[in-house]
């Protein structure tokens, strides 16, 4: 966790993430910034997600992310869904952050974008009250 969070809401952060596995079947969740430095992170004990990789990944998916969609003209970036043969990640918006997700089962994709949007609007709530 970062230093500038007091430690209720770091709580408070570290609860949200920890109830969004309970509604959509992720391995690792992180609140990044949009530099990519952790802020907070969440892991199922299967996971072997590397939280710090994970967060260095989450800027560059952003920095992509937003050309494409400057570039195809698609207006202001929501979030960016990577899906690969083994697994996949989406990136949403949450303020002035980012909430990253990441799943092996393929089949919960659709759920997890859903469940990442909300609690994306959640997390910037609670991250802008600082």
């Known amino acids: 966790m970062s230093q500038h969070l007091d430690p209720a809401k770091e709580k408070e952060l ?3 993430l920890m109830g969004l596995t309970n509604y959509a079947d992720l391995d690792a969740i992180a609140v990044v910034s ?3 430095v952790k802020l907070a992170y969440f892991a199922t004990e299967e996971s072997d997600t590397d ?3 994970m967060a260095a990944v989450s800027a560059a998916l952003l920095m992509t992310g937003d050309m494409a ?4 003209g ?3 970036l929501y ?3 990577v899906r690969g043969k083994d697994g996949f990640v989406v990136l949403s918006h949450a303020g002035e952050f980012l909430l990253m997700g990441s ?3 393929l089949t919960s994709m659709g759920l997890a974008v859903t469940q990442m949007r909300k609690y994306a609007r959640e997390v910037g709530e609670l991250l802008g009250q600082q």
């Not at 969609?69 to 195809?72: E, G, I």
Request: no cysteine; glycine share 4%; aromatic share 0%.
């Open 14 to 16: 570290v609860e949200l």
């Open 34 to 36: 949009k530099q990519g």
């Open 51 to 53: 939280p710090d990789l």
């Open 69 to 72: 969609a400057t570039k195809l």
């Open 74 to 76: 698609l207006n202001e």
């Open 79 to 81: 979030e960016v869904v």
């Open 103 to 105: 799943a092996r089962d």
